[in-house]
């Protein structure tokens, strides 16, 4: 889990180098299934039942990166699964390599959800690097993760600020609270915080976000499909991207361990009924009620 003094070193190098993250925290009374890999032949879950059909995600605005663990994913024939390759289903060629051999995540099967899914182990160091074409500020950013745990830190953006998303509000956890989840801005003209996702750690989730600047209500996020908490982002423009990495981040000994199903960001701010198709979609395809 990131410590304050930790979360604060991050905006610090943000402020000055830049970068993008996609990080996980260690789960609360959740356990990573370590099983062996999905077998070769089985069939995807994503593309399975009407629900699920409804929407095709690269027919809306400004899809820049998605990763399905169901799809697009090279495993390597051992035991332990390790993969080599999760492709974007973008089309922008984002796809995601492991920055050393020896700290590849694994694809393993969950018993909860219906597809494989891509496990990031804090011990061992497993980490991915993202090919990412640089993007300049935009006005709008629409982030959805599907993850079992306290998944704190899935993404993150850079360098002219934060955008953190899933962010944990209660870094230090302590007294055994639970993390408080939310969405982490920060940019020149300071940080806003809407820590209302709380999480139990054990169940899978959908969980998005949606950023407009210069938007009395530009900061919204969403658990599951119900608004969460909303906020004014007034800055002109969302901090550019220029790196993304999964797993770790970069020049800091700081590592993940979780589970994540699917990772999708959309460099434009999705209307809210392109929103929820897009949450439907998510929710149909793993089984999340």
Not at 151 to 165: E, L, M, S, W, Y
Request: charged content about 20%; overall charge negative.
């Amino acid at each position: 889990m990131l410590s304050r003094r930790f979360a604060a070193a991050v905006v610090c190098l943000l402020a000055v180098g830049g970068c993008a993250q996609i990080l996980g925290a260690e789960f609360d009374g959740a356990t990573l299934d370590a099983g062996a890999p999905p077998s070769s032949d089985a069939s995807p879950a994503g593309d399975a039942g009407s629900d699920a059909q409804a929407v095709d995600p690269r027919s809306l605005e400004g899809l820049a990166l998605w990763l399905s663990a169901d799809v697009g994913v090279s495993a390597l024939a051992d035991a332990e699964g390790t993969i080599t390759l999760w492709e974007d289903r973008s089309g922008k060629g984002h796809s995601a390599t492991p920055i050393e051999p020896s700290r590849r995540p694994r694809l393993v099967r969950d018993a909860t959800v219906p597809a494989p899914v891509v496990v990031f182990d804090r011990v061992q160091k497993t980490c991915l690097s993202v090919a990412w074409t640089a993007i300049g500020a935009p006005r709008g950013l629409t982030l959805f993760v599907v993850s079992r745990g306290n998944a704190t830190n899935v993404v993150r953006f850079g360098p002219g600020g934060i955008v953190a998303f899933p962010w944990d509000s209660n870094a230090d956890n302590a007294h055994g609270d639970a993390p408080l989840l939310g969405l982490l801005v920060t940019t020149a003209t300071g940080a806003r915080e809407t820590p209302r996702l709380g999480s139990s750690g054990a169940a899978w989730e959908v969980l998005s976000a949606r950023l407009v600047a210069r938007d009395v209500g530009g900061i919204r996020t969403y658990r599951n499909g119900q608004l969460a908490e909303q906020a004014s982002l007034l800055d002109s423009d969302l901090p550019a991207a220029d790196a993304l990495t999964l797993g770790c981040a970069p020049g800091m000994d700081e590592f993940a361990s979780a589970m994540v199903g699917e990772l999708l960001v959309y460099t434009a701010s999705l209307s809210e009924s392109n929103r929820r198709l897009i949450e439907e979609y998510l929710r149909a395809k793993w089984q999340i009620r």
